[in-house]
């Protein structure tokens, strides 16, 4: 998606490994969030960001952590992967937070073994 | 705890008829309702949203109904097409400056059929 872009797309780990997620951004946006989309559960926020070094949890934090050092990037870790942690991560960008409309990157499939 | 619950899980409609897609919530400091629509192997994309102090929205095709007093709100989507495939998702939000972010229901996958 224009302006967004999440890396990898697609991720393999095993049980017990660290895994960071990124995600970056051209438009200056504010706020940044992570999501993970599961089937039967929507999609669920993990943690977000209102600016440099200012984020919060969201409604399943346990087991990831995240960092932004600078206004166009957003990591998301694993501190330590379990088959539970398996899913599709999007991240999210927005102006001015919910009322702004989120944009959304196109994903990243990761698979936890 | 589900705080946006939205119904049903799937949808098949025919081409041309109308689809239906609710969602109700608990928390009552929710104060703007937007939808995003998903299409397989993308990311979500607004697709229209509502404040409380109006019942009804309407873009093109696809028209919010809001019910503040019953907790809920619903997409319709008119003579819908086979392009309107797709997955759909209301969400709430309630707080604004740093804590604004979208509560999520479930998601709904709609199949539109010739």
């Known amino acids: 998606d224009a302006g967004i872009t999440q890396s990898p797309r697609h991720k393999v780990t095993e049980t017990g490994t660290p895994v960071t997620l990124r995600c970056h951004q051209t438009?200056?946006?504010?706020?940044m969030y992570w999501y993970r989309q599961d089937p039967g559960h929507g999609l669920r926020l993990i943690h977000y960001?209102?600016?440099?070094?200012?984020?919060d949890k969201g409604e399943v934090s346990d087991g990831y952590s995240v960092s932004r050092s600078k206004t166009e990037d957003f990591l998301l870790t694993l501190e330590s992967a379990t088959s539970s942690q398996t899913s599709v991560y999007f991240c999210?960008?927005?102006?001015?937070?919910?009322?702004?409309?989120?944009?959304f990157g196109s994903g990243t499939r990761l698979t936890v073994v | 705890q589900q705080q946006v619950k939205q119904s049903p899980q799937s949808l098949i409609v025919q081409k041309g008829g109308i689809s239906i897609i609710n969602c109700a919530y608990e928390?009552?400091?929710?104060?703007?309702f937007p939808w995003y629509q998903q299409f397989p192997g993308k990311g979500p994309a607004l697709l229209i949203a509502?404040?409380?102090?109006?019942s009804e929205k309407k873009e093109g095709r696809f028209t919010i109904s809001f019910n503040k007093s019953a907790k809920q709100f619903s997409l319709h989507i008119m003579d819908s097409q086979p392009g309107d495939s797709a997955t759909y998702f209301c969400?709430?939000?309630?707080?604004?400056?740093?804590?604004?972010?979208?509560?999520f229901g479930t998601g709904t996958r709609l199949q539109v059929t010739l």
């Open positions: 960001s209102y600016g440099v070094k200012d984020t």
């Open positions: 509502i404040r409380p102090d109006v």
């Open positions: 438009e200056n946006h504010r706020y």
């Open positions: 999210a960008i927005s102006p001015q937070g919910a009322l702004g409309g989120y944009t």
């Open positions: 928390n009552t400091a929710f104060d703007y």
């Open positions: 969400a709430a939000s309630t707080e604004t400056g740093t804590a604004s972010k979208l509560t």
